[in-house]
């Protein structure tokens, strides 16, 4: 089980709270700045793909995101209870295309792809489970 | 979110401050649209003040990148932050849309 757990509603305003309570558990774990970004930026695009993605009606539920830092591994996992949906087969965006003809889409998956070291997907039950892990060097001794 | 707007000759410039995530990235896209529709042609997106950007953040400058592009206009951004600056690397934003170091270099450019 992660170590903090966060129930949120599929509402963007919602983001910006859960940001804040896992900025503050990660500093509280001693995690380099980097680590925070990133727990931000996986959060944002998780729950992102969830709310605009996951879900048929127009209903309250409820996403959980976990996070946990221990050994210099960061561990992100957000599910949420929406339809079957794997954002790691969403095409990647291509990067070469020059800007001004850059098809807008699934940029967010691939930035969390590039960031992390592993990115999977489970269906467990009537759940959806994306789970993010980045190790990062532990800091020099002085 | 907070956005100041100043004016440099022709060059408007924005000082944009916290997260260019959702939320923040549809009160940044309102301003520059409306910027765009007043026939303001070069702008200097300031990202001292930004400690986070997202797709979302990230889409929010292509868009008027691209609109300028069509109409002879140029959007560039100075002062990005480490983790932001690897963001754009990694979107391959880097590649399109001109980054400098301070918002002093970018004005001149655009000048």
């Given at each position: 089980m992660p170590e903090l757990i966060l129930e949120i509603a599929n509402d963007f305003a919602a983001l910006g709270p859960a940001s804040d309570r896992v900025r503050e558990y990660l500093d509280g774990r001693g995690a380099p700045g980097a680590a925070a970004f990133l727990a931000d930026l996986v959060i944002e695009e998780l729950v992102t793909n969830s709310i605009k993605y996951g879900y048929d009606d127009a209903a309250q539920h409820s996403i959980?995101?976990?996070?946990?830092?221990?050994?210099?591994?960061?561990?992100?996992?957000?599910?949420?209870?929406?339809?079957?949906?794997?954002?790691?087969?969403?095409?990647?965006?291509?990067?070469?295309?020059?800007?001004?003809?850059?098809?807008?889409g699934g940029l967010g998956i691939h930035l969390v792809r590039q960031m992390t070291d592993d990115v999977r997907y489970e269906r467990r039950g009537a759940s959806n489970i994306v789970t993010a892990t980045k190790t990062f060097p532990p800091a020099a001794e002085a | 979110m907070k956005i100041e707007e100043r004016r440099e000759g022709r060059v408007v410039v924005l000082s944009v401050e916290g997260r260019l995530d959702h939320a923040g990235a549809?009160?940044?896209?309102?301003?520059?649209?409306?910027?765009?529709?007043?026939?303001?042609?070069?702008?200097?997106?300031?990202?001292?003040?930004?400690?986070?950007?997202?797709?979302?953040?990230?889409?929010?400058?292509?868009k008027?990148?691209?609109?300028?592009?069509?109409?002879?206009?140029?959007?560039?951004v100075a002062n990005l932050g480490e983790s932001v600056r690897?963001?754009?690397?990694?979107?391959?934003?880097?590649?399109?849309?001109?980054?400098?170091?301070?918002?002093?270099?970018?004005?001149?450019?655009?000048?």
């Open positions: 959980r995101v976990g996070v946990d830092f221990h050994d210099d591994q960061l561990r992100v996992e957000v599910c949420d209870d929406g339809h079957a949906f794997n954002p790691l087969e969403q095409a990647a965006p291509d990067i070469t295309v020059p800007a001004e003809e850059r098809a807008i | 549809e009160i940044f896209d309102a301003h520059v649209s409306r910027l765009i529709a007043a026939d303001e042609r070069a702008l200097v997106i300031d990202f001292h003040g930004v400690d986070f950007v997202a797709s979302m953040g990230i889409r929010a400058l292509i008027p990148y691209q609109a300028l592009a069509q109409q002879g206009g140029r959007i560039v690897s963001v754009f690397r990694l979107a391959g934003i880097d590649q399109a849309v001109p980054i400098y170091d301070s918002v002093g270099t970018a004005v001149a450019a655009l000048a």
